[in-house]
């Protein structure tokens, strides 16, 4: 398993979408996701409505557990390839420890770091209905208070690498 971390609008998607496709590798992204159950109408999408909306965290338990589902169903079918990558996880601390609790501890953690500005102006260009000023706010104000113990935990893990956006 690859995770590829950085705040919201660093290019994760985009570049996760490119490096599953040049390694061989089954591509999992935790906000297509939570997007997923959101569309499919059930109550525990209705609640992650509601947080995505306010730029809220999903609880840990649900998205580990959407995760989880989602890996256990790629090995299933035979489709992991060479590897899982998994772009827009974990966020938090809790989430990393409780992940590799359920799932395992990744081979190796890829960090785009990207300043405030930049992410900023990228999310407010992408037009995403979900993308409103406020919620961009709390989504940084998040990614700052969370991201610095998460990148912490893999580089002394020995895991992390990295890649600084100009």
Do not use: W
Not at 17 to 34: K, V, W
Not at 44 to 70: C, H, K, N, T
Not at 130 to 135: C, F, G, P, Q, R
Request: aromatic content about 4%; hydrophobic content about 40%.
């Amino acid at each position: 398993i690859t995770l590829v971390l950085g705040g919201p609008g660093s290019g994760k998607g985009t570049q996760s979408t490119r490096l599953a496709t040049e390694f061989g590798m089954a591509h999992l992204s935790t906000g297509e996701l939570l997007r997923q159950q959101v569309a499919s109408g059930t109550e525990l999408g209705g609640q992650i409505e509601g947080l995505i909306s306010r730029g809220r965290l999903v609880p840990d338990p649900i998205v580990v557990g959407v995760l989880q589902a989602a890996v256990k169903d790629i090995v299933r079918a035979g489709n992991a390839g060479k590897g899982i990558l998994l772009d827009g996880f974990p966020r938090t601390l809790a989430q990393a420890k409780l992940f590799e609790e359920c799932v395992g501890a990744p081979r190796t953690v890829v960090f785009f770091d990207a300043p405030p500005e930049m992410l900023r102006a990228r999310l407010g260009a992408r037009g995403r209905g979900d993308d409103t000023e406020a919620v961009i706010e709390e989504r940084l104000r998040l990614h700052a208070v969370e991201t610095p113990s998460v990148v912490e935990f893999y580089r002394q893990g020995g895991v992390l690498a990295g890649t600084r956006a100009t």
